[in-house]
């Protein structure tokens, strides 16, 4: 009984060494991160087929930096995504876990350094940095977002109209350049084909869902903040603590000396 009991504690204690606040953005952070680049990725890859087959846009030959170029350092960038802010988010449990104050209990008094204040400053600092960051990426997920949200718009009007004749420009996106025409029309067949696909309507909404990981991204980036900002006043607080202790602790020996020199000068007098 006496073993059960004391495994009990033993598990109450360890999970109160868990920092939850951080945990929890952790969670959030990978949650938004995987579909952000995996939703972005298959998104990408569905734009070059969509741009491909019913746009009829050709890869350059060469070094030129066309739109295909352009979304293969896309994924190129979601790679790196991917593997910094995975490598990120064990950094900040681990720095959440050495300054929760249940670490404190687990394993006995410890002392603040000025190398912990500093890891917890700079911790603070590269994640508003990297809010900023996915606030950018959120915004910029929003444009393809409004680029498939009137391309599907247009199919929609077209089978809800007979008879109308509506065109897509991709210069007025931005993809090709002025003097290059890819427009699309409701009444060619590649226009009726795409709208009949189920590739539009996929990537339309990995496009949604990339999106909403990024927006994820940014609340866990938030989160973390309001984290890190709440370790920064704890460990504040205990190095104010642990000064005060220091000092209080040298008070008590500077008066336990007097007093021992007293007590051997009286001693001494009296023999």
Same mark, same amino acid.
């Given at each position: 009984?006496?073993?059960?009991?004391?495994?009990?504690?033993?598990?109450?204690?360890?999970?109160?060494?868990?920092?939850?606040?951080?945990?929890?953005?952790?969670?959030?952070?990978?949650?938004?991160?995987?579909?952000?680049?995996?939703?972005?990725?298959?998104?990408?890859?569905?734009?070059?087929?969509?741009?491909?087959?019913?746009?009829?846009?050709?890869?350059?030959?060469?070094?030129?930096?066309?739109?295909?170029?352009?979304?293969?350092?896309?994924?190129?960038?979601?790679?790196?995504?991917?593997?910094?802010?995975?490598?990120?988010?064990?950094?900040?449990?681990?720095?959440?876990?050495?300054?929760?104050?249940?670490?404190?209990?687990?394993?006995?008094?410890?002392?603040?350094?000025?190398?912990?204040? @500093?890891? %917890?400053?700079?911790?603070? #600092?590269?994640?508003? /940095? !990297?809010?900023? =960051?996915?606030? $950018?990426?959120? &915004?910029?997920?929003?444009?393809?977002?409004?680029?498939?949200?009137?391309?599907?718009?247009?199919?929609?009007?077209?089978?809800?109209?007979?008879?109308?004749?509506?065109?897509?420009?991709?210069?007025?996106?931005?993809?090709?350049?002025?003097?290059?025409?890819?427009?699309?029309?409701?009444?060619?067949?590649?226009?009726?084909?795409? @709208?009949? %696909?189920?590739?539009?309507? #996929?990537?339309?909404? /990995? !496009?949604?869902? =990339?999106?909403? $990981?990024?927006? &994820?991204?940014?609340?866990?980036?938030?989160?973390?903040?309001?984290?890190?900002?709440?370790?920064?006043?704890?460990?504040?607080?205990?190095?104010?603590?642990?000064?005060?202790?220091?000092?209080?602790?040298?008070?008590?020996?500077?008066?336990?000396?007097?007093?021992?020199?007293?007590?051997?000068?009286?001693?001494?007098?009296?023999?």
């Amino acid at each position: 009984m006496t073993d059960v009991e004391g495994c009990f504690e033993c598990c109450i204690k360890c999970l109160g060494g868990i920092p939850y606040a951080s945990l929890i953005a952790t969670i959030l952070l990978y949650a938004g991160v995987a579909l952000f680049c995996g939703c972005g990725h298959e998104a990408l890859s569905g734009t070059v087929n969509i741009l491909q087959t019913y746009f009829e846009m050709a890869r350059t030959a060469g070094d030129t930096l066309d739109v295909f170029t352009m979304i293969d350092i896309f994924k190129y960038v979601i790679y790196g995504i991917a593997a910094a802010f995975f490598v990120y988010g064990i950094l900040l449990m681990v720095e959440g876990f050495f300054t929760t104050g249940a670490i404190k209990d687990l394993y006995g008094d410890f002392k603040i350094t000025t190398c912990g204040r @500093c890891v %917890s400053a700079w911790f603070i #600092m590269l994640t508003y /940095l !990297f809010m900023l =960051a996915w606030l $950018g990426v959120t &915004a910029f997920t929003s444009l393809p977002v409004y680029m498939y949200f009137n391309l599907w718009t247009i199919c929609r009007n077209t089978t809800l109209v007979e008879g109308a004749n509506l065109c897509l420009d991709l210069r007025q996106f931005g993809i090709v350049t002025i003097g290059e025409e890819k427009k699309i029309c409701t009444v060619s067949e590649n226009f009726l084909r795409m @709208c009949e %696909s189920t590739e539009l309507n #996929m990537t339309f909404h /990995l !496009f949604i869902v =990339a999106l909403a $990981g990024a927006g &994820a991204a940014v609340i866990a980036m938030v989160h973390y903040l309001m984290v890190l900002s709440a370790n920064w006043a704890y460990v504040k607080d205990a190095c104010r603590m642990q000064k005060y202790e220091d000092i209080k602790s040298k008070e008590e020996q500077e008066l336990h000396d007097i007093h021992s020199t007293r007590s051997k000068e009286r001693l001494n007098a009296y023999t």
